[in-house]
């Protein structure tokens, strides 16, 4: 093409536009969904309420309704439990749990991690099904772990034993109901957290360099299915599910989460309560028609989104941590890195080893894509003038250019195929990166003194974006020069996107991107391929 009669809007260039303004708004509503304004975040509870006697009443039951008090005559027990690794009180109220503290884990202010600390819909707080106010259990304590409770309802009876198991951070509970000829709609059993309405005004409209550490999801497993949600205050959650065999409530590091056990699934129903500012689901089983008692069996777990520690617990439970559609990729890269983090003590190093290893094993995909683009390369004058001389006859030229491709042995998808192959492997690892509680609290060196937080000087997200545009340049493309323009501002959007998200994704991608530049000026000394004349 001449260049004297190239115009810079034309047809490919402002495809070129349209492309980086679509990836921008899918970037943005990507980011929005995955780190709204905040809600809730454990990580960053304050010191623990004191178990005093006076609590007041849940206002609502999901959904919506008057405020019901409980009986000023019924008065409040509590039974402390402090152990190695959490300590918590068991209310009477619901034989439901106050004030869990996890002694293994601290906030950023160093603060023990407190989950459940709403003071509405208590975790394991156990309600009639309907009834807002949560049944009057008297407590006793059979050995060090194990606690049984009895209530009664209108003339049935209520028996509840919970076994602690503390290594594990979770609770195994059972519920027998027998209604004795009464009737009895079932019993719900709940988990919340307190919302951060005010974090959430104060963050409005800074989208982009907003904390995406604090959030709040739900994640509910039902009939065959899974949906996970983040909660924000402006888009709260509410929606009810059927058939339920998990459902948890979780920030970033930490949950509160059900898994069901009984003969028959629940729902759950999910809500938030914005008088309260408080986020809160219930595990509901209602009583059978007909029938005249029933059994509840679930295990609870209150602590943090550590993968081994929920396997140990129940392995369903390792699915709520969010590792994406490619989880199976990621948990071997998880085990990788903790190996690799067992030799060097240091999870920034770990994350350099472990982004070099995943790039030299991709490495074969790199070279096949970047000979067939090398070779397109060299092609692009011959196809240029086939374009030319066969304009006007669209079959003929698609007959010439395919035999131009044929006869030097190149394949028109073969610089896009390696490279979607390795795309999920580079998913999964960017997943393991975000989510990982091994990278909570951890230093790196120097100014990075927290991997799950943001570059405090945003230096990493320079560096990436240098490192980015650097290997945009250098590497061989078949665009136009207006459109490889437009394209040059990309490295600067994502460098952008990248000042807020964690130091430790960061890192994995710059660390990638300066593999990549090593890579392609290994590959340049390729002298490349004889080219044969169509």
Not at 65 to 81: H, L, M
Not at 93 to 115: E, W
Request: overall charge positive.
């Amino acid at each position: 093409m001449d260049g004297e009669n190239q115009n810079f809007m034309d047809s490919k260039t402002i495809i070129a536009i349209v492309l980086m303004a679509a990836i921008w708004m899918g970037w943005q509503s990507y980011i929005a969904k995955k780190y709204p304004k905040p809600i809730a975040a454990a990580t960053e509870k304050a010191a623990p309420m004191a178990s005093d006697a006076k609590v007041e009443s849940p206002a609502t039951t999901l959904g919506a309704g008057p405020e019901i008090k409980q009986e000023a005559s019924v008065s409040e027990t509590i039974v402390p439990y402090d152990g190695p690794f959490w300590s918590f009180d068991l209310t009477s109220r619901g034989m439901a749990l106050k004030n869990i503290l996890l002694k293994t884990y601290t906030d950023r202010k160093n603060s023990p991690i407190v989950l459940g600390s709403s003071r509405d819909h208590l975790p394991l707080q156990t309600n009639v099904k309907d009834d807002p106010n949560p049944l009057q259990f008297d407590i006793k304590k059979i050995s060090e772990n194990e606690y049984v409770g009895t209530a009664h309802y209108k003339g049935t009876d209520i028996t509840k034993k919970v076994v602690v198991d503390s290594t594990n951070y979770s609770f195994l509970t059972e519920i027998d109901v027998k209604t004795n000829g009464h009737p009895f709609p079932g019993v719900a059993n709940y988990i919340s957290e307190d919302s951060l309405s005010g974090q959430t005004k104060t963050q409005k409209g800074k989208q982009i360099l907003a904390d995406p550490t604090k959030w709040q999801s739900v994640f509910v497993a039902h009939g065959t299915t899974t949906d996970r949600e983040y909660t924000t205050q402006e888009k709260p959650h509410r929606k009810t599910y059927s058939s339920v065999s998990m459902a948890a409530l979780g920030s970033r590091y930490f949950t509160l989460a059900y898994v069901d056990s009984s003969s028959i699934l629940p729902e759950f129903a999910a809500d938030v309560n914005e008088a309260k500012e408080n986020i809160f689901g219930a595990l509901i089983h209602p009583l059978l028609t007909g029938a005249d008692s029933m059994k509840v069996k679930f295990r609870l777990y209150a602590g943090p989104q550590a993968v081994e520690i929920m396997k140990a617990a129940d392995p369903r439970l390792v699915d709520v941590v969010d590792f994406g559609r490619f989880s199976i990729i990621a948990n071997p890269l998880l085990s990788a890195l903790k190996i690799i983090y067992s030799i060097f003590h240091n999870y920034g190093v770990a994350i350099i080893l472990l982004t070099l290893m995943v790039r030299l094993i991709v490495l074969p995909l790199n070279i096949k894509s970047y000979k067939s683009m090398k070779a397109m390369q060299a092609l692009q004058p011959q196809m240029n003038a086939l374009r030319e001389k066969y304009k006007d006859k669209p079959e003929i030229l698609n007959k010439e250019m395919m035999g131009l491709m044929k006869v030097n042995k190149v394949n028109p998808l073969g610089g896009c195929l390696p490279t979607l192959f390795q795309l999920p492997v580079f998913f999964a690892l960017y997943q393991v990166l975000d989510h990982s509680i091994e990278l909570y609290k951890s230093p790196f060196m120097l100014w990075i003194s927290d991997l799950s937080l943001k570059d405090p000087f945003y230096i990493l997200p320079i560096l990436m974006g240098i490192t980015m545009f650097i290997q945009q340049k250098i590497t061989p493309t078949t665009m136009d020069p207006a459109q490889a323009k437009v394209l040059m501002f990309m490295p600067v959007i994502f460098s952008i996107f990248m000042v807020s998200l964690p130091s430790g994704l960061t890192l994995y991608i710059f660390i990638s991107t300066l593999f990549g530049i090593t890579q392609q000026f290994l590959f340049m000394k390729d002298k490349g391929q004889k080219i044969v004349a169509a």
